[in-house]
């Protein structure tokens, strides 16, 4: 199958787009809520800057204490939430779709790096930090690396500023669909098979479910086989998750903060259940491709 037909390609990449504008609308306007309060800026500082915070001290010393620094925590923070809301408005209305994409995919790996870890053996923990790898902590911010590096590929999708105003933006040409189905199975198997292997390790993802669970989910979908179903399970542990952490004690932007993540992967999801990931790498083609080596290294008789 390739993205030859421009109705085939807008699906996906409409679904994808709205799920990632949810996340960052979501999570740019929880973060400048609480940085424009000033009863709220102390507590939010904290949680990435102090000492159990989210940001690693050598990533701090650099920013903030190097003698030419010229950025304070709270502007930097302010900064960077405002360009996550924008950004997320801008996904939403279908503009400027694949350079925000392109951004994004590299950008959503500076948490990997950012992340504060101990890796030093024998190393005396003086401050709650966290200690499994940031690669597996991080790893649904991977996949959604590997999303944005998606929608690149496909364009804006429908409802999109973009057809109108920047038509060479769409993603309109002709592109191979096996290469870009395999990434997106990659994107959505790679939180569920670590939140599988690694379930009950600290600060690792599960999304509220048991790790066989996980794990069994992560390898069928990407095994590529029945991908429709394989789709559906993923949207429903996504579904089930997001219905328990939302809470009516809580503000709306709090309930959608708590799940931002979930609307990104669920619109990806049902996705894959809708168009499938391509023939390629899936578990009947690397069968064959096994057995077809296989024959050709065996002597004939």
Do not use: C
Request: hydrophobic letters at 55%; charged letters at 10%.
């Amino acid at each position: 199958m390739t993205l030859r037909d421009f109705e085939t390609r807008a699906t996906l990449a409409t679904l994808i787009r709205v799920g990632m504008a949810l996340l960052f609308v979501s999570g740019g306007w929880n973060k400048l809520y609480q940085l424009l309060d000033p009863a709220l800026q102390e507590g939010i500082l904290n949680s990435y800057l102090g000492a159990h915070g989210y940001i690693n001290t050598f990533f701090v010393s650099y920013l903030f204490e190097a003698t030419n620094a010229v950025l304070t925590p709270w502007a930097f923070l302010t900064i960077l939430s405002t360009f996550e809301l924008v950004t997320g408005l801008l996904l939403l209305a279908g503009l400027l779709v694949r350079p925000i994409a392109l951004i994004y995919a590299f950008l959503l790996w500076s948490f990997v790096v950012a992340l504060p870890v101990v890796n030093a053996p024998g190393a005396t923990i003086e401050a709650q930090a966290f200690t499994t790898p940031a690669i597996l902590v991080q790893i649904r911010d991977i996949g959604l690396s590997g999303l944005m590096f998606l929608l690149f590929n496909l364009g804006a999708g429908r409802y999109a500023l973009d057809a109108k105003l920047f038509p060479g933006m769409t993603g309109r040409t002709a592109a191979e669909w096996n290469g870009l189905g395999l990434l997106l199975r990659f994107s959505l198997a790679a939180p569920l098979i670590v939140g599988g292997l690694f379930a009950g390790y600290a600060d690792i993802p599960t999304f509220g479910t048991p790790g066989i669970i996980l794990f069994v989910t992560g390898l069928w979908v990407l095994s590529g086989e029945f991908p429709r179903f394989a789709g559906a399970a993923f949207a429903a542990i996504l579904l089930w998750f997001m219905v328990q952490k939302i809470g009516f004690d809580k503000s709306l932007i709090a309930n959608l903060n708590g799940i931002k993540r979930e609307f990104a992967f669920l619109a990806a999801a049902i996705g894959y259940g809708l168009l499938g990931g391509g023939s390629v790498y899936t578990l009947r083609d690397s069968l064959r491709r096994t057995i077809g080596a296989f024959a050709r290294r065996t002597p004939q008789t």
